[in-house]
């Protein structure tokens, strides 16, 4: 059985990797699996555990990464959030593609562990738009916002470091793009 890829999604803060990783979930040539995070983060009203993360207490999530069981972990807003590696590892054992949405920092540790992966970087469309759709999606909250922009400028950074660079004008463009690398790919694979 051929081993599963692993497709790893990132991006600047707020650049809208959600709506990306979706329409990647949903369709049905690429056949990915939604590696599910923990985090110390409070169950919001309308998460499901176990569907939209693990929702563990922070000695648990430090039992984690003592034990070596996270490919990449981070901390945002005081919260910690990481991918475990068990689950990533099992699903590729079984030859399916596994997609794992991280921040831009966390790419290196899995492909340090996984260096047949591909990442993906997501652009905003411009510093100007996504520093408008941010202090929007915060206006109730300025602090917020600011450490998001300042994270997001901080995460463009980073984009140098990618294999593949995608800007996401358009959600669905920008899946298209991703869909073309993966599925050629996955040709090579065969």
């Known amino acids: 059985m051929t ?11 707020s650049v809208g990797k959600g709506d990306i990783r ?6 049905k040539d690429l056949k990915l699996f939604y590696s599910i995070s923990e985090t ?4 919001r009203p ?3 555990d176990g569907k939209d993360y693990y929702f563990v207490t922070h000695k648990e999530f430090a039992e984690s990464v003592r ?13 910690y959030y990481g991918t475990p590696k068990q689950q990533v590892e099992f699903l590729q054992s079984k030859g399916k593609n596994v997609l794992i949405e991280v921040e831009a920092q966390g790419v290196g540790p899995i492909k340090l ?8 970087f997501v652009m905003p469309e411009n510093l100007e738009q996504l520093e408008k759709q941010i202090n929007e999606l915060y206006k109730d909250d300025q602090a917020s916002a600011q450490r998001r922009i300042n994270k997001a400028k901080m995460d463009m950074e980073l984009a140098p470091l990618f294999n593949n ?3 996401n004008e358009d959600a669905k463009k920008a899946a298209a793009q991703i869909k073309e690398v993966i599925l050629n790919e996955l040709k090579k694979r065969k």
């Open 67 to 79: 034990n070596k069981e996270l490919l990449e972990y981070t901390e945002f807003n005081g919260y």
């Open 22 to 27: 979706d329409l990647l979930l949903q369709d």
């Open 3 to 13: 081993k599963g890829l692993v497709v790893i999604l990132s991006g600047a803060s």
């Open 113 to 120: 562990n996984m260096p047949d992966s591909l990442a993906f």
């Open 46 to 48: 309308n998460e499901v």
């Open 165 to 167: 660079i995608v800007s």
């Open 40 to 43: 110390t983060r409070p169950q």
